[in-house]
């Protein structure tokens, strides 16, 4: 039973765009989140987290949102770049148990030239 | 100077064999993780140590033994390989074991078993 989900495999932006990546959880327990992007043959890099008590955070050209009563996030790139092209995965936690990171399946970007 | 490394990157190996996958940090991080990925993408937690004690292990049979010498390292020992097996395992480590703590993943083990 996937509590976490990532409904679309891929997603194709053309550089310069706006990138939406979302994932929907179904765990209300959960109570942080994060995105990993991963490049071929290299291990998951961590991007971005937000807790459960805030609905936004930002980083520079990475934004998540947090939409609780819908159980659903979602990472917003401005501009994309071609170097964003990678797999993201949306990952999920809750307190008090041991920092177990629960994984969505991923989205393929791929950031056109 | 990785931050998490794992040895041996690829490894392919018969039926039935024993096999380790060695993982060490150089982060100071006190919690350590093995997590599998399997044929279909997905990674999935399979055991996570903080100060080389045992808190967390999901139902993974018990020819998986981990050992941890000390905080830094996490090695992945694996007996009677079978075909199921095959799949990228991923060390990774992170400050502490508590809540909102970013987990940082190695580059990922290859394992293939014919």
């Known amino acids: 039973d996937q509590q976490v989900k990532q409904n679309s495999p891929s997603l194709s932006v053309q550089e310069g765009r706006i990138s939406i990546l979302n994932c929907d959880y179904t765990?209300?327990?959960?109570?942080?989140f994060l995105w990993y992007k991963k490049y071929p043959a290299e291990g998951p890099t961590f991007l971005i987290s937000?807790?459960?008590?805030?609905d936004k955070n930002e980083d520079g050209r990475f934004t998540v949102f947090l939409n609780k009563s819908a159980k659903h996030l979602s990472l917003h790139i401005v501009p994309s770049q071609p170097g964003d092209s990678a797999v993201y995965f949306c990952?999920?936690?809750?307190?008090?148990?041991?920092?177990?990171?629960?994984f969505g399946g991923g989205t393929r970007l791929m950031v056109k030239p | 100077d990785t931050a998490v490394s794992q040895t041996p990157k690829y490894l392919v190996t018969q039926m039935g064999n024993d096999k380790s996958i060695k993982c060490e940090q150089n982060?100071?991080?006190?919690?350590m993780y093995w997590y599998k990925q399997d044929s279909k993408k997905f990674l999935k937690i399979m055991f996570s140590?903080?100060?080389?004690?045992?808190?967390i292990n999901e139902t993974v049979p018990n020819r998986f033994s981990p050992k941890s010498p000390d905080k830094a390292h996490l090695n992945l020992h694996i007996n009677s390989l079978e075909l199921g097996d095959s799949a990228v395992y991923f060390c990774?480590?992170?400050?502490?074991?508590?809540?909102?703590?970013?987990?940082?993943f190695g580059e990922g083990s290859w394992l293939t078993v014919v």
């Open positions: 990774a480590s992170s400050q502490a074991s508590g809540f909102g703590n970013t987990i940082y």
């Open positions: 765990n209300s327990m959960f109570d942080y």
């Open positions: 937000i807790s459960s008590i805030k």
């Open positions: 990952a999920a936690s809750r307190g008090g148990a041991g920092n177990m990171l629960t």
């Open positions: 982060l100071g991080h006190d919690t």
């Open positions: 140590y903080n100060n080389k004690e045992l808190i």
